[in-house]
């Protein structure tokens, strides 16, 4: 019997990768007027669309009838003043897609050598990911860039992937081109890939292809924890973590980090606990920015729930809802946790 989602994984890890090496490139080349601002007023650069464009390109490929839920779309790009954009990323994506084949990799996803894309394909390669979500069937959903605020400082950024089916993730595919291969050797080699597949565990990779390594989150005490968080303070409330921490008499600092690398440190033992609180301004969290980190976290051994110790919901569409914030821990600390936001929300209160 073969193995589930053997050929997704292959496909989603070669996405991902000729992605990683495509935004990496650009981070050093990148300049002023090659980064928009979004309505939200977040940026997205030609990194994020051309790594949009290259990963649909492969996922309509290999997987014709699987809808995408991806975060950009090209509406930005199709403007008259968007012109040497478009030129830019169609540069990029056929760099990334042209890359020689890579063992595994197959010609029919759109890949290697002499395949080149047109502007209007990979524009509508984007748009490929517009797909609403829902509660049922089978679908994929991309962060080409996350943690773009990150990357633009030269930080850290994941590239994310994820195959949801009835609104299970099945499978996660993350590529993290900064961060270091070694968490106690944080000067060495850059470049990681985890993957995680539902029932078969996690594991990391290096972006330029070791054997990968399975990965399990150490048990620890909730005063040795070192929380995980967001670097921007309106993405996660770092002020609630702080009152937390106190509470479970957490002695070290937080570890503040862009992206889903969060919840891969989380997964390779750094830290025992990410915490993303809410700034109360009403944002709703998107699938594609916890799906394959959710599976990582759980196939490691640990738990994620909301505040509140529900499930997240994956079902609901693009968001995952009304939002209680995202709490991923070892199971052992995981409760701990929950109890002092509990208590620190009554005090909040008080
Ligand atoms: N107001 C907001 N609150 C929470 N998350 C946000 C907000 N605005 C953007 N984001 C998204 O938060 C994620 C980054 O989280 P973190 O700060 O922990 O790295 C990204 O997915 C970012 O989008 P993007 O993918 O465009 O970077
Ligand atoms: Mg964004
Ligand atoms: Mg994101
Ligand atoms: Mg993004």
Redo the contacts with the bound molecule.
Sequence with gaps: MSIPFASEKHVAIAAVRRACALTDSVFNKLVKNETLT?D?K???TVG?YSAQAVINTILSRAFPHDPIVG?ETSSDLRTSSASSLRSRITELANQALGEDLALGEMREWGIGPRQVQTEEELLDAIDRGSYGGGRSGRMWTL?P???????LRGG??AVCLALIIDAQVELGVIGCPNLPVDPSNPNGARGCLFVAVRGQGSQQLTLSGSSPIPLSIPAITPSNLSFL????S???SHSFNSRVSKLLLVQKPPIR????A?YCCLARGEGGAYL?M??G?G?R??I??HAPGSLLVTEAGGTITDSRGELLDFGLGRDLGENFGVIAAGKDVHDDVLAAIKQAKLEEHE
């Design positions: 979004k939200d977040s940026p997205v994020d975060e962060d860039i996350d943690g773009t605020k990150g990357f850290q950024y968080e967001s670097v921007e309106a993405h996660s980090m862009d992206s889903q969060k993303r809410p700034t301004v944002y969290e998107k594609w920015d």
